[in-house]
């Protein structure tokens, strides 16, 4: 409609570059389109000929990728925010119509509140009415209902067919004032993105909020006061890279100024012109991470090309973060913090998808807190720190806790009740009807949840007991005291550091058992036996037995009294008491992404 993509051009996923977008159909990587919009060449309503510049941000709903909306809002006036009605078709397990009305999901309500306490003006969207089983009165009632929105302001559009669409660039020009940058006042910008190119060097993306900036300028930035950089390029993403020659305030663009290390783009820093600071403007916090990995490379010799490439990605993912760590089973690799488990399985694809990188991630962990008897406290983020079991110097251990909200059809509330009571959740109390409509009345149960339990398999469970119907969103809720214990392997009675993991009291038996038999699957059989013992609270909790490989020594005895086979026996047997005593069993490679590969998706 705004002429920025040629009718005919038959690209569906313009704003979805990465290959992991595409594959999985959901949003990660923010992106932004500035367009050019006239009414009257455009066929919409009012003539006008005026022409208005758009900056529009897509960002993503999960709630694993909520840093990508929070700090593309910083320089966003509206929030236009859409109610999809249905997502896909599913196979229930009970007697439902194909088509199911999705309505508000639990990452909606997230977002609109996030947007009300920056003051932003919001526009609800009612998105794919051209659906069969469309239900709009419903759907806008529980907007009505969960949001107080007027039903009359409610746009009922669908993007597919493009029923509606104009309405939603009417409302935006005539809702919403423009920036209130002055061209004339010094030039201030605000970094909010980047990402590197090969031969250019880092690509920045900065809400101007006053001045021109102008090819050729040179800039410096706030947080590095001593560093100055020349402008080469200057233009806006239409969506993809147009050359201006300048931005104006008000204006979203990227430059490129011949800045080669990736650390000194400060998400969140203000750029101004050499030589004429200015006042920093209010950036944002990133969010705190969630869930803690170890990332090794598959052959030990590729660290510093991984290190690199972790380096070069997380430019464009400023919410990752990364430590050097090293193992005596994996050797060199780097401890990583996501905010959930989708984005740390996400990073890694994208490390095998644009970096050309073979890794293995350890098991998911969660940051615990460690009280101390002096009154000072530390954040535990590898299993391999956690204290001892019996430690006089800690006073107690505790874990990272969520208020999880789950919209689910009320028909399956007692199930999702019983699941998060099955994952040690409590105040399961908090239940409330977004709607009246019978059956497919839909309910928002709220619990809090231990982290922990939300990083394992909670997801999949969610969405096996719901029949695909349930959303599910969470936020910070503080720590809280748990009998917390560090669970150790022994290899011939000797610990994989690797392997250590943390887990509650009531689980101690059940995941060592888990753990055990599937090293037992992965283990190379040795020339002697090999124990594996799951070691919690100083006792064996699980054991399993990786019987030795015997060679037939009796097979070249013919006659004879028994006597003579049971010398050689008995000397086989002392020959491999002896290997199992000064024997080392060491963990391939393979066998550690077999086994923390298929740990992740259990």
Not at 163 to 183: C, D, K, N, T, Y
Request: charged share 25%.
């Amino acid at each position: 409609m705004t002429h920025t993509i040629p009718k005919n051009s038959g690209s569906k996923q313009v704003l979805d570059t990465l290959k992991v977008e595409k594959e999985r159909g959901i949003t990660v990587k923010a992106q932004t389109a500035s367009l050019k919009y006239t009414p009257g060449v455009s066929g919409l309503a009012g003539g006008a000929s005026r022409t208005y510049l758009l900056n529009l941000i897509d960002t993503p709903g999960h709630v694993d990728f909520t840093w990508e909306g929070e700090r593309r809002i910083v320089p966003v006036h509206i929030l236009a925010f859409m109610s999809g009605q249905s997502l896909e078709h599913r196979q229930p397990a009970k007697p439902r119509p194909t088509i199911n009305p999705e309505g508000i999901q639990a990452q909606t309500i997230s977002v609109f509140h996030s947007a009300r306490e920056r003051g932003l003006k919001i526009i609800p969207i009612l998105n794919k009415i051209d659906l069969p089983a469309a239900d709009t009165g419903r759907i806008t009632s529980q907007l009505s209902a969960t949001f107080g929105i007027d039903p009359e302001d409610c746009l009922h559009i669908s993007a597919k067919t493009g029923q509606g669409v104009e309405s939603v660039l009417e409302q935006i020009v005539s809702r919403i004032p423009p920036p209130a940058g002055v061209v004339t006042s010094p030039f201030r910008g605000l970094l909010f993105d980047s990402f590197f190119d090969r031969f250019r060097g880092v690509i920045m993306l900065l809400y101007l909020e006053g001045g021109v900036l102008r090819k050729g300028d040179k800039i410096s930035s706030c947080h590095s006061p001593g560093k100055k950089y020349e402008v080469v390029e200057v233009g806006v993403m239409n969506p993809g890279e147009t050359p201006t020659g300048e931005l104006r305030a008000g204006q979203v663009g990227y430059i490129a100024c011949n800045m080669k290390d990736p650390s000194e783009a400060h998400i969140g820093d203000t750029f101004h012109h050499t030589g004429k600071p200015v006042a920093p403007l209010i950036g944002f916090q990133p969010n705190k991470a969630m869930v803690y990995s170890g990332v090794f490379p598959f052959d030990t010799s590729e660290f510093p090309r991984l290190e690199e490439s972790i380096k070069r990605l997380t430019l464009t993912d400023r919410s990752v973060t990364v430590q050097r760590e090293s193992s005596t089973a994996l050797g060199q690799g780097c401890r990583l913090g996501f905010l959930g488990t989708l984005h740390m399985d996400v990073f890694r694809q994208r490390l095998e998808d644009e970096y050309d990188a073979s890794v293995i991630i350890t098991a998911p962990t969660v940051p615990y807190k460690v009280v101390y008897r002096s009154g000072s406290d530390t954040i535990i983020r590898n299993p391999v720190e956690f204290p001892e079991y019996g430690d006089p110097k800690v006073l107690e251990i505790q874990e990272p806790y969520v208020k999880g909200s789950i919209i689910v059809p009320q028909e399956y509330v007692g199930q999702m009740m019983e699941l998060c009571a099955e994952h040690r959740a409590d105040d399961i109390s908090d239940i409330r009807y977004l709607d009246n409509s019978g059956d497919t009345a839909r309910v928002l149960l709220q619990c809090r949840l231990p982290l922990g339990e939300i990083v394992s398999d909670f997801f999949e469970k969610l969405k096996g007991r719901s029949s695909g119907f349930a959303s599910f969103d969470y936020e910070e809720d503080g720590y809280q005291r748990s009998p917390l214990h560090k669970m150790v392997f022994l290899l011939n009675g000797k610990p994989v550091d690797a392997l250590a993991t943390i887990v509650h009291d009531s689980v101690c038996e059940d995941v060592g058992r888990k753990w055990a038999l599937k090293l037992k699957e992965v283990i190379p059989r040795q020339n002697f036996e090999v124990p594996i013992q799951a070691l919690v609270k100083n006792k064996v909790v699980a054991r399993e037995t990786i019987s030795a490989m015997r060679k037939d020594v009796t097979a070249g005895l013919y006659g004879g009294h028994f006597e003579r086979k049971l010398k050689h026996l008995n000397k086989q047997k002392e020959g491999k008491a002896r290997l199992k005593r000064i024997g080392k069993v060491d963990l391939p490679q393979e066998a550690f992404f077999t086994l923390l590969s298929s740990n992740n998706k259990k």
